[in-house]
């Protein structure tokens, strides 16, 4: 279904992509642990979604990692400033020019990545999974996919430019079929699972935690079906914030199992 013709009061947070919540200008050059406690802000981007940062009705500020980083703030002793930002091939780039200090979403840790940035110490362990809506869900007009043979034939919506576009291009590569993709532009993960539970999309494909934790809202989604194995996930910094590294896998290692069930 294109784009245009979905209805924009089922995913009344899609203009969260483009959300700043920036006070500051930032600088040119990547910051180190001492530089950032002299300023006395942490500059940290972060998508929009429940396992990110996240607005609720009464203007709320929570998601699970946004949590996180307040508490680490506090530790540290400074204060956070956010910036949301969708495109993560984006939030890399602005982190090596040191827009940022800290990028805080689930990044699937890979060689090419590690070119890049450093990795934190594992957030946790996840998975990419097929969202669609269950056998007995209403106005289930498209296949059941029990498995990822059952992939070709059938149109997998995606953000636009999202990592998990290039696992479905290798896994086409591996059934020896074709999987058609569609990117959309503009919306997240979140946006496009609503979409499917709503019935106007069929089929999209994300981490399983975010997957599950949107699953708590709608009883009609499923996401039973892998696509890949479970993979390390971690935050990023610049390569050269040594100290700041350091002291953010300290953090990790003692406090994550509180927020991820990593057992």
Known sequence: MSISKLS????????????SLLANGCNSEPRD???IKEDGVLRVAMN???????????DTITGLQHDMVQALAKELG?????????????SIEDLENGEYDLLARLIPVTKELKEKVQFTN????????????????LNQDKPYIKSQLELPGHCISMPKNSPYISRLRNLAQEIGDTIQIEEIANYQSEQLIIL???GDLDYTVCNYNLAKKIGEQYDQLDYK???????????????????????????????????????
């Open 196 to 198: 499917v539970a709503k």
């Open 122 to 137: 594992p957030i946790c362990l996840d998975r990419q999974v097929l969202v669609q809506r269950k056998k007995n869900a």
């Open 48 to 58: 929009y979604n429940p396992l990110g940062y996240y607005r609720q009705g009464d």
């Open 78 to 90: 400074v204060e956070v400033s956010v910036v949301v930002n969708a495109d993560l091939d984006g």
């Open 8 to 19: 924009i009061k089922h995913v009344s947070l899609a203009v969260a992509a483009t959300l």
């Open 33 to 35: 642990l001492a530089e």
């Open 225 to 263: 079906t892998a696509i890949s194995f479970s993979q390390m996930q971690a935050w990023a910094v610049n390569k050269k914030s040594k100290a700041l590294l350091e002291e953010v896998n300290k953090w990790i290692d003692k406090n994550t199992d509180k927020y991820f069930n990593n057992k």
